[in-house]
């Protein structure tokens, strides 16, 4: 498979699905047990609002190849932009997904570890730092 062959929303479809276990493991492995805590913790992480932050925290420690990826998502065309978030906000999710959805498909699991960690300070209690989208 070729990878530059297959299409951003399939890439970002992938990625949101990637995104999302990495957050259900780590509410699991933070102790929350019932699917009411665990559904309302994980919307934390997985609004636009919330994974445009996440890419501001991330863009400073990209490869080339991974921002390429990114703005190949963020770049997308989207018409249907959630209610809740800002057309950036969901171009800038939609680049994290993308970018995920590539690092699955390349076989990247510790860096995608690393990545959502980065994404996601509260996770290790680091400050966030200062990334431009």
Known sequence: MDIREISVPALA???????ELCVRKY????????????????LDFVRAPAQAEAMKNLLPHLTETE??????????????????????????ATGMETLFGYLHLTGQSAR??????????????????DGKI
């Open 27 to 42: 509410l699991v492995e933070k102790g929350l047990s019932t699917s009411a805590h665990l559904n309302a913790a994980a």
């Open 112 to 129: 995608i570890d690393e990545l959502f960690r980065l994404a996601y300070p509260q996770i290790t209690g680091e400050e966030n730092t």
């Open 67 to 92: 921002e390429t990826y990114f703005r190949r998502g963020r770049n997308m065309g989207h018409s249907n932009v959630p209610k809740r978030a800002t057309v950036s906000e969901y171009r800038a």
């Open 13 to 19: 479809y992938l990625g949101d699905c990637v995104i």
